[in-house]
């Protein structure tokens, strides 16, 4: 072989490697490239994220781009196996933090285009045991305005995050609000599927409990019993035994006896010994419901249950049976089996029942009557006395002389808390008459002794009580100084007021619930309520200007996104879009974080689910808010 053919076979074997080593630097070169590029884009990414996060978004989604270009297209270059990597660093963050931008600033742009975005994308801030509520209290919003495309998106996000989820206490907890969120729409199927997969005890019997209470028995497209009775062996003995109480009312109610019937025909498993009183009382309840139908015979048979565990509750129960015989027409009944009774106090305080409910069935000689059979001091007697002077509306002398014969009784019961209760059953016989000075005095009666009593829940109760009889003698006066009573400091108290709001506007008195609002710890909440009960009664001038006189900015903020729903159907689009702006405006005075975020949210689904639009005006205050969270 000469020189020439000898050089050309060389070349010719050497040239695979040449050619495989130049084309390895290719890739390398071009891998280090794009790599560059998407550390630019990261750096770009980052200088955007607070002056325009849409623009941010951009940047790491192309970034991300050129990361799956390396790994795809240049697998077998050192580079891309460092890339794969979520842990390695690109500029100062990694490639994973890099990829978790990409859908976050993803669901950040669009929340600045639509506010059912921006309200998903503000759920997603919350903590993940929020998420859920927060949630399904956006779904029933969106259902109530006729939204079921996004009512059904919202309560998937719910599911999925239930089924994908690895704690089961969180998981059976969002079970059991979904299961509550379709029955409170009646939703029956949906309800049950979701129900299925509590595994909770105790969250299952509330689930089942809340569908019955929402009416699944008596609904038409419902009410399929043996649905609901294979649960039953899943829930502890007291609650089985309340779930068949509210099933027997429905099915005896609906004219289904007979489903009813059997499900009384079962043996009945005793509790432990801790909750024997929590079983007595679901015996008590299923005993009145089985009465209230005229199941009499099935009452005695549930009352003979009670009789085995205590023998006072058997006879409280026995005494209700009586009365409840009584209102149905069977007054002989009843009273053969008041008599009957070995202990004299129910024997007197079952006779002082069903003289009550023979008045009402106009059988007045036979109540008194009835009444003489019982000793004056037995306390009872003057409550009927009381109770039958308010139902005789048409024979004044017969009333005015049952009012005699009690009045100098009240002084000489022992309990303040019953005899201010008294003086106020005395009020009630003199407002009926319209005779005003007479029920003032007997009030005032009622505050006297209202001052002797020292339970603060009993004197709280108490007081909202006396209030509403004030308001009732048109005495705001009287009513605002009765409510320095109030133990604000009690729990108690805070349930009161709300009832009492709407008491007072259902009388017309709106000068009295601002003033009560003002005497509270939390007087921009309840001005928030008082605005929402003027809303449910249809009353829409009145709550905006309260709303703009909130000084608290979170509660002015949510009494403003309140009133846009209501703005939008009664007076017009542009009154609510222009109070939408405001709620946002508001919004940016909020100094606690937490506490801006969650007005935020009840903003924007209450303009998502209004229909108002992110427009130009709206959209600049959206923007400047959401860079004030972490994102």
Known sequence: MN???????????????????????????????????????????????????VEAYSYYRQAVEKIDNIIDNYPDTPLAVDVAQRRTRIGDITIGQLRDKVPRFSALARAMDDFHELTIYLIQLEDEQDRGLLHLSYARLLYEHGQEERHEEVVSKVLRQADRHWDRELIDRLYLELSMHFSNISRWERSLE??????????????LYHLIADGYMRAADGGRLGRITTYLDYVDPVSRLALIDRICDDLLATGNRPQAVSLLQEDFHEPSENRALEYIDVLSRLSMTLANHGEYDY?????????????????????????????????????????DFDREYFRHTAFAAIAVELVRQDSLSMAFSLMDRIPDTVTEKTQSLLEIALLIEDNQEISDSLLQVALPRISDISSPLLRSNFQIS???????????????????QAEAYASEVSDAENINQLITTI????????????????????????????RQIPGLYDYAISRGFHDF???????TDQRAYYRYMLISAYLDRGLISQPMEHA????????????????????????????????????????????????????FFHAASMMSAAGISMDRERRPIVIELLGQFDI
């Open 3 to 53: 020189i020439r053919s000898l050089l050309i076979t060389v070349i010719l074997l050497s040239m695979p490697v040449f050619l495989v080593q130049c084309g390895k630097g290719d890739a390398d070169r071009e891998a280090n490239r794009l790599f560059v590029e998407a550390y630019r884009l990261t750096e770009s990414g980052q200088q955007s994220e607070a002056r325009d996060p």
């Open 194 to 207: 979701v129900l299925d997969r509590i595994q909770d005890q105790q969250l299952l019997y509330e689930a």
């Open 299 to 339: 009452s005695r048979i549930i009352i003979k249950q009670i009789e085995k565990i205590d023998s006072n509750y058997y006879d409280f129960a026995r005494r209700e049976l009586a009365t409840v015989i009584a209102r149905h027409g069977e007054p002989g009944a009843a009273v053969d089996m008041a008599g």
């Open 426 to 444: 005395v009020a009630d016989v003199h407002i009926q008459r319209d005779r005003r000075s007479q029920a003032a005095e007997a009030m005032e």
């Open 467 to 494: 209030i509403k009889r004030w308001v009732a003698l048109g005495r705001p006066d009287r009513a605002l100084d009765i409510a320095a009573w109030y133990r604000m400091d009690h729990p108690s108290f805070e």
């Open 513 to 519: 619930a601002r003033t009560l609002a003002g005497m």
């Open 548 to 599: 703009y006189e909130i000084r608290n900015y979170y509660w002015r903020t949510r009494a403003q996104a309140l009133l846009i729903a209501d703005l939008k159907n009664k007076v017009n689009l542009a009154t609510a879009e222009r109070v939408s702006t405001d709620a946002l405006l508001t919004m940016q005075r909020i100094r606690d974080r937490s506490d801006k975020q969650r007005a």
